[in-house]
């Protein structure tokens, strides 16, 4: 399944962390900003932090602290 920018409705790739495409995210929100946003969303997706109280199929989570 291929997700869209919810902005511009552009195709984006499945592994992105979130469903806005690059050049709606520097217009938005500056190149800076946007790269960071976009690495603690992959860090947060890759750790399981962004399936919290998901009920479907959920990866496995890191251990609690």
């Given at each position: 399944?291929?997700?869209?920018?919810s902005f511009c409705k552009a195709e984006i790739s499945d592994d992105s962390a979130f469903e806005v495409?690059?050049?709606c995210g520097h217009k938005?929100?500056?190149e800076k900003?946007?790269?960071a946003i976009d690495d603690n969303m992959k860090k947060a997706r890759d750790v399981g932090d962004l399936y919290?109280?998901?009920v479907t199929d959920v990866?496995?989570?890191r251990k609690a602290l």
């Open positions: 399944m291929t997700k869209k920018c495409c690059k050049t938005i929100w500056g900003m946007f790269n919290q109280g998901s990866p496995v989570r």
